[in-house]
């Protein structure tokens, strides 16, 4: 059993209310399960496949879920990339390999069966892209529409693509996300659709995976988890997860929580620098990684918790160390992705550079979404294909053969 109760007051709500805001202080509410109540055994949870649903306990849905078997993306030792920081325990936890291609998957297996379970009968959300192209897919999976609503021009092809062919209803707003995200809660405030962005308690509920999963892979606690910041959604709710496995026993201590935003975009950054008790909003969030293009984040309370509890870090990267390192993911490692998930990793390597990190540790960056979720931010930095005539000479001469 759990109730649903706000991060502020704790005030406390029954679990099927539809409510996004605490109705006394107007903060966010989070799932809270009676842990003692809880029969865990991690032997059972070790039978079942690697998956968002292995920890089923711990998450609010009782109806058979809507799901594409998210979760168990693979945890990759980055050995050659990490050497070369002089780290020898550096991994990734490659959620571009979900079946939309982005962690938002494991949210919305759990948004869209909690959509159904409370009989709602539309869904709907603001996105930077990712949470809509997952929406649509679980959407389609559970077979009610979905509405979807985008910053008009800032929304890489790829997701776009996915959010039309699964079937979303795809709206182009003229303005920003921040923007995009108030219009789609008045409208589900005012027409009964289900809100599922990450103001939604039970998304986060699936996106705490994450951090079981890479326990579980890796055999023991990391020193430290980094993730991109974006909504500060996903950094919120892995550090949410560890509360609940520390409270049930199963661990004994906190990785540090560390956050990576773009340096166009950093407003959680510079909370934790200048050791403000709350973010100021960036009025003009600008970054080549459209995904954490954010400049009011709404989880940024509990973002802020997360790493400060833990004695984390915070950090932006430029745009150019961005690129760089999707590129040496790519080329040194062979993992794909999008610009917003090297974040992760370009933040680890300039936290180490600066001497912020100890080489000794255990770190686990999250890559966030898929290289081919943004194939045009890719083909900017590449050269282009060697167009050649048909013959052998011309292809010998193309290889300086
Ligand atoms: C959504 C997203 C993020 C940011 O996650 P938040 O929960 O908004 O902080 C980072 N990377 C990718 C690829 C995403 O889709
Ligand atoms: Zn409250």
Known sequence: MYRLVCVSCGAEYPPDEIIYHCRKCGHLLAVQYDLTDLEID??????????????????????????????????????RLGKSMGLRHLYAKH?????????KDRGMTVGVSMALQLRRTSVACASTGNTSASLAVYGAKAGIPAVVLLPAGKVALGKVA??????????????????????????????????????????????????????????????????????????????????????????D???????????????????IEENLPEVIPEPHPDTVATAIRIGAPVNAEKALTAIRKTGGLAAS????????????????????????????????????TEGRIDRDEKIVCVVTGHLLKDPETVIRQCEPPIEIDADLPSLLSALHL
Request: aromatic fraction near 6%; charged fraction near 20%; charge should be neutral.
């Open 42 to 79: 991690p032997a059972v949870w070790r039978s079942r496949p690697l998956s968002v649903w292995r920890y089923k306990e711990l998450l609010p849905v009782t109806i058979p879920p809507v799901t594409l078997a998210e979760g168990g993306t693979p945890l990759y030792h980055l050995e």
């Open 95 to 103: 959620e571009g390999m979900n079946p939309s291609g982005s962690f």
């Open 162 to 251: 996915q959010a039309l062919m699964h079937g979303a209803k795809v709206i182009s707003i003229r303005g920003n996300f921040d923007r995009a995200l108030e219009m789609v809660h008045d409208l589900c405030i005012s027409h009964g659709l289900y809100l599922l962005n990450s103001v939604n308690p039970y998304r986060l509920e699936g996106q705490k995976t994450i951090g079981f999963e890479a326990i579980d892979q890796l055999g023991c606690v990391p020193d430290r988890f980094v993730l991109p910041v974006g909504n500060a959604g996903n950094i919120s709710a892995v550090h949410k997860g560890l509360i609940e496995l520390v409270a049930l026993g199963l661990i």
């Open 253 to 271: 201590r906190y990785p540090m929580m560390t956050g990576i935003q773009a340096a166009g975009s950093a407003p959680v950054v510079r909370a």
């Open 317 to 352: 990267v430029t745009d150019e160390e961005i690129l760089k390192m999707q590129r040496d993911l790519a080329r040194i490692e062979g993992i794909g992705v999008e610009p917003a998930s090297a974040a992760s990793v370009a933040g680890v390597r300039k936290l180490v």
